[in-house]
Nanobody, 115 residues
């Protein structure tokens, strides 16, 4: 198991921005997709964005236009930049790394947006 550690969450005012990080403790080869999910209290976990090994990105409609997913292979780290935050973005954000024969999740980082 390769631990994934998220960071960058916290309390932010509406309209603000955050950058979340997901760091792997070692280099992970054969990654197909790196993703961010979020789960608000009492709701199901939803996909926020993903980036493929080839750099193709996808965003949920709820964050499209104000979110950027990126990765740094040298640092074994993935990022999620969230802008124009609103209280509806409040959730635990988790990263996920998938390959042909593995599926790793981070422990999650809390993002709270105050109005």
């Amino acid at each position: 198991q390769v631990p994934l550690v998220e960071s960058g969450g916290g309390l932010v005012q509406a309209g603000g921005s955050l950058r979340l990080s997901c760091a792997a403790s070692r280099n992970i080869s054969s990654i197909n997709t790196m993703s961010w999910y979020r789960q608000a209290p009492g709701k199901q976990r939803d996909l926020v964005a993903f980036i493929t090994s080839g750099g193709i990105t996808h965003y949920a409609d709820s964050v499209k236009g104000r979110t950027t997913i990126s990765k740094d292979k040298v640092k074994n780290t993935m990022y999620l930049r969230l802008s124009s935050l609103n209280p509806g973005d409040t959730a635990v954000y988790s990263c996920r790394v998938r390959g042909t024969d593995f599926d790793y999740w981070g422990q999650g980082t809390q993002v709270t947006v105050s109005s």
